[in-house]
């Protein structure tokens, strides 16, 4: 099983902050994905990386933006929070044998 | 398009009974079918997986079947208990697609004692 975390698990902020989710994995998993969700929906992936220096939009579209400078650390920023962002997030990664992505807890966003 | 399909939101079952989850895909370029369960305010747990070359896999109370010719798979749980109660997430991809995953709606599961 993975070790993936997340930080913070709750967050409310009033609209236009920036804020900045984290995501870290001790496995040294090359894949990591941001997930959004909201209650009685489907996931749907927002961004996506394949190791360091590399990553992707996903199927949904999203003002939230990714880097990925070390293997381990994957954060989402969103520059300008509204409240459409008001959902929760979720990171995960996956091992390179395994089609299984491991999550974190997720963190719970409110703009208020 | 939702290329897969939970079409239950929910489901109530008895402690002890069989619970069986459905999960209908479109895609025939998905190959790799999986299960993860969902707790309120948590991430989601990996339960079960299963490859289509093969039609069921089993792991303790959990057994995944897959019917490729009707692009169906169920989660059955036997016998169900009360910390099963949570929500059931279908997921499938296709291995040349870099891995992503695609997610059902959910069916959330709740075992009455």
């Known amino acids: 099983e993975a070790d993936i975390y997340q930080t913070p698990r709750y967050l409310v902020i009033g609209t236009g902050k920036k804020i900045t989710l984290e995501c870290s994995q001790t496995?040294?998993?090359?894949?990591m994905y941001w997930y959004q969700q909201d209650p009685g929906m489907e996931l749907h992936l927002i961004h996506y990386?394949?190791?360091?220096?590399?990553?992707e939009k996903g199927d949904l579209s999203s003002e939230s933006t990714v880097s990925r400078i070390r293997t381990e650390h994957f954060p989402l920023t969103l520059e300008s929070a509204r409240p459409s962002h008001t959902s929760q997030y979720l990171c995960?990664?996956?091992?390179?044998?395994?089609?299984?992505?491991?999550f974190g807890p997720g963190t719970r966003l409110t703009v208020t | 398009d939702q290329q897969v399909k939970q079409n239950s939101p929910s489901l109530s079952v008895q402690e002890g009974r069989i619970s069986i989850l459905n999960c209908d895909y479109t895609n025939s370029m998905f190959d790799y079918f999986l299960w993860y369960k969902k707790y309120p305010a948590e991430g989601p747990t990996f339960l079960i997986s299963i490859s289509s070359i093969k039609d069921k896999n089993e792991d303790g109370r959990f057994t995944v079947f897959l019917n490729k010719s009707a692009k169906h798979l169920s989660l059955h749980i036997v016998p169900s208990q009360p910390g099963d109660s949570a929500v059931y997430f279908c997921?499938?991809?296709?291995?040349?697609?870099?891995?992503?995953?695609?997610f059902g709606q959910g069916t959330t599961l709740q075992v009455k004692p």
């Open positions: 990386s394949y190791g360091v220096n590399s990553t």
């Open positions: 997921a499938a991809s296709a291995r040349g697609n870099t891995g992503k995953l695609i």
């Open positions: 995960a990664s996956r091992g390179p044998l395994w089609d299984e992505q491991y």
């Open positions: 496995m040294g998993h090359d894949k």
